[in-house]
Each structure stands twice: as C-alpha cells, then as structure tokens.
C-alpha cells in the first residue's frame, strides 16, 4: 500500500532538504574559499618557465616550475628545457613570476628517466617557496595543480589523488583532474601546501600523470652531492647517460628474471605479457576476399623516456603474426604477399640523424628444432615445454606431425646512440621459410640498450617461441 505524505511530514522534509541545499552550498562556497586560499597563500613560488630562441628573441616554448629554496632552486619539467640542454647556443632559459618579474635561469641538473629538471635563478631570488611533501596522500584525497595552461596565466586544478598508475616500467601519479599544455612542471599541492607531485602528462578526459615527490627528492640529493659546496651546474651529457645505463639496465633485470607465458599463435605458442610494464593486443583480418589470413598479436611498454621532440628511448616493443593461407594458393604469391606485409617493420622508437648512426644489419637463416624445445644455436640454455604450462587453458596446437626444424630468416640490426656511444637501438625480424602456405613472422625493437642487455634479451627471445 502506498502511503502518502501527511502535512506534517511534508514539512518537516521541506526542512531538512532546505538545510540539506544550504549545507551543500555552504560546503561548496568554503571549498572554493580554501582553494583560492591556497592558491592566494602559494602564488609566490609559483613560474612560467620560457625557452626562448636567440636569434629571435623570442618564446620558443612554454612550461611551468616553482621554486623549492629559499636560495632560488626551481623544478620543472626535463621535457620543457630539453632543448636547452641539447643547443646551449641557440637557446636560454628564463622565467616570469606571477607578478611579472622576469630573470634569467641556470640548468643546474636533470633526471631524464623522470622527466625532472633543477634550475636556478640568476641575481635576487624570489623570496616564497615550496615545502616537498614526506608522504604520499590517501587515495582518494583531493589535491591541487597548478601551472600556467596555454599561457593563459596561473591556474588551480583541484582533482583526486588515485595512487600510483600501474603498466608502466616508470612511476607516475594518476590524477583525476586536467593538466593542460603549458602545465607542465608545475606543482601539485595538498591542503597544507606541500608538494606531493610535478604535472608531466595528460591523457584527456579528467584523467592526468604526475611524477611523484620522492622522485625529485631524490633529484635534489643527488645534486646536493654531485654539486660539492661550488653548487654549480653540472655537465648534463655523462649525467643523462649514467641515468640511461641505470634504467635499461632496470629494465632488462625485471624482464629476464620474469616467468615468461606463451600463448598459442598458428602453430607455435609466442611470449606474451612478460610483465605487468608490458601489454599485449590482438587482431586478426576477417576479410573473405584477403588470400592471406592475418592474425597479429603485439606487445609494448606503455612509456617511454623523452629526450628530445625528435628522439626517445626505452622502449620494449615485441609483436608476431601468424600468416596462413589455403593449401593451392600458390607459394610464389604466398610470399609475394608475405614479403609485401612485411615491409612496413621499423624500430618503435623516433630519432634523428644527429642522434643515432644508421642500422647495421645482419641476416642468416636460422634453425629452430620442434617439440616445444628452445634454440641451441644461440646458446641459450634448453627449457622443456612444461615450464610455461602454468595457464592450462594455453594449450599447444597440435603437432602437424612433422619432425624437421623450424628454418627461419633472421635479421639483426644495431644502430648506434651518438651521445651514449655504448647504448643502442636493436631491431629483429626473423620469419619462417619452410612452408608454402604458412608462415610467422617474429619481431622485437629495444631502444637504449647496452649490448648485453640486447644479447641476453636476444637469446631469450629466439629460444622462447616454441613449435609442435
């Protein structure tokens, strides 16, 4: 039965909703109150950092930074001065206070691998800074950015602090709220005006990255002792390649000392998902008229470390596809096609002419023996095929009855990073030869690699694809 709203109850409950709106907007106006507030209380420490080309005399970027000592420290982002570390004549840093002093600013350090750089005021420094928070803020907890989006000004972005985001090989901060272009290097602040992270990225859509606090901590201790007591800039070149070196090499260790799946591909189980730093996706070609059928499955590290708008490095990248076509189709055409989808393979990572020398290639066919065995060839050690059973619903295909090894042509490319003379840039291809109708082609790219992390990483990968 339903029951109706005595007179009584109607007004006691226009009461409570009436002080239940007046609560909301009570809440609301002291919400806005307190982010003005802090917004009022930390404008001080807060600049536009401005890349700005000699010849013109003119603004050729924009980013944000504020200032972490009373003796003139800024940080920012590495990728909003990169260029002035990479042409030191062409360009000079500077900076403009939200009250419209202008001044010089010195490059003192950088940390490539997370985006950060230290810089300094030139002359009289500003007399507000910024305190760095000690602990990370309870998911869930409201935090503020700040930066100056499209040179529009000083802006807040209250959003929602969400821990740090997973699937990648670096750690950021996911922010639910919107950093724009030209936020970049500004600070992130919770209710006691400490920092607790650095704007470094958006994805659009309320949803944003931040390099967390610790990471400039750590920054700025590294400084500290590398500066001595001259606290001078230092050389940034052997300071970006020692940071290099760490982090390939950071890399490689988590990914060989991972237990690798395979998942069935054709007839061959492939790697998939070494680790959680790496995702995988599929797609297989459904159109009836394609006389090759195309089924693809590729991996990637979902970041990379950024070290000009033309190069970037640290990239992990593996993919395969199994091409399979019916039995009269003729070979010649077979791999006419096969030779014509392959073309488009190129390393995953971009970089110029002045930053790595051309690839040097080698090419040999290879022998990969059946019945879920790795490759001796490469001198890597055998593993029987039971060690990746871990997932039971990844069955092996079928063994279509032949005994006779896999025969493959391989093709290894090296280029070399003209900076960083030991890191390189590998590229592989191998593709299976010894059918006519059916074929898979294997592939991997490493970006910034020393030559054995790509070598171990090499011998892995060959000996892991396994056939029946």
């Known amino acids: 039965m339903t029951r109706m709203f005595s007179r009584q109850n109607y007004r006691a409950f226009s009461h409570a909703f009436v002080a239940f709106i007046a609560l909301w907007l009570y809440a609301s106006i002291a919400q806005a109150q307190s982010y003005e507030q802090l917004y009022s209380d930390y404008r001080g420490s807060l600049y536009q950092i401005r890349l700005i080309e000699l010849s013109s005399n003119s603004k050729a970027g924009l980013g944000s930074g504020f200032q972490i000592s009373k003796d003139g420290l800024i940080a920012t982002n590495y990728h909003v001065v990169s260029e002035a570390v990479h042409d030191t004549d062409k360009y000079v840093l500077k900076y403009l206070s939200v009250d419209g002093k202008e001044g010089e600013l010195e490059l003192l350090d950088v940390d490539v691998v997370n985006d950060l750089a230290i810089l300094r005021q030139k002359g009289k420094p500003g007399p507000d800074f910024l305190q760095l928070a000690s602990q990370a803020p309870s998911k869930g907890e409201t935090i503020v950015s700040m930066g100056n989006p499209l040179d529009l000004g000083m802006t807040i972005v209250p959003g929602t602090y969400n821990g740090i985001a997973g699937g990648s090989f670096y750690d950021r901060i996911h922010f639910s709220g919107s950093i724009n272009p030209g936020m970049s290097g500004g600070p992130v602040i919770n209710r006691n005006g400490q920092v607790v992270g650095i704007n470094v990225a958006t994805a659009g859509n309320q949803i944003s990255f931040l390099v967390p606090v610790d990471k400039l901590v750590a920054l700025l201790l590294d400084y500290k002792k590398d500066a001595g007591e001259g606290n001078g800039a230092l050389e940034l070149q052997p300071v970006i390649n020692r940071q290099l070196h760490k982090n390939q090499q950071r890399i490689i260790d ?14 061959a189980m492939v790697v998939g998902e070494i680790v959680p730093s790496i995702q995988c996706w599929g797609n297989t070609s459904d159109d009836e008229d394609e006389l090759v059928k195309q089924v693809a499955k590729g991996c990637t590290g979902q970041d990379v470390v950024y070290l000009s708008e033309t190069f970037d490095t640290g990239r992990v ?51 990969h023996p ?99």
Not at 408 to 416: E, G, I, L, N, Q
């Open 370 to 468: 059946r019945n879920g065995k790795t490759h001796s060839g490469d001198g890597a050690k055998n593993k029987e095929s039971d060690e990746h059973s871990g997932d039971e619903a990844q069955t092996p295909p079928k063994a279509n009855g032949s005994g006779e090894p896999v025969i493959a042509r391989t093709s290894y490319c090296v280029r070399r990073y003209k900076d960083y003379p030991e890191l390189f840039d590998v590229f592989y291809v191998s593709l299976t030869v010894d059918h006519d109708n059916r074929a898979l082609v294997s592939h991997f790219t490493l970006s910034g690699f020393t030559q054995e992390s790509a070598t171990a990483f090499t011998q892995k990968f060959a000996s892991e694809v396994q056939w029946h």
């Open 317 to 367: 990248e593996y993919e395969f596809f199994w091409l399979e076509s019916e039995d009269d189709f003729l070979s010649s055409r077979f791999y006419a096609a096969y030779e014509e989808n392959m073309s488009g393979f190129f390393p995953g990572n971009s970089a110029g002419e002045d930053d790595v020398t051309d690839f040097n290639c080698k090419q040999q066919f290879t022998t």
């Open 254 to 267: 988590q990914i060989l000392d991972a237990k690798w799946q395979l998942r069935p591909l054709g007839d």
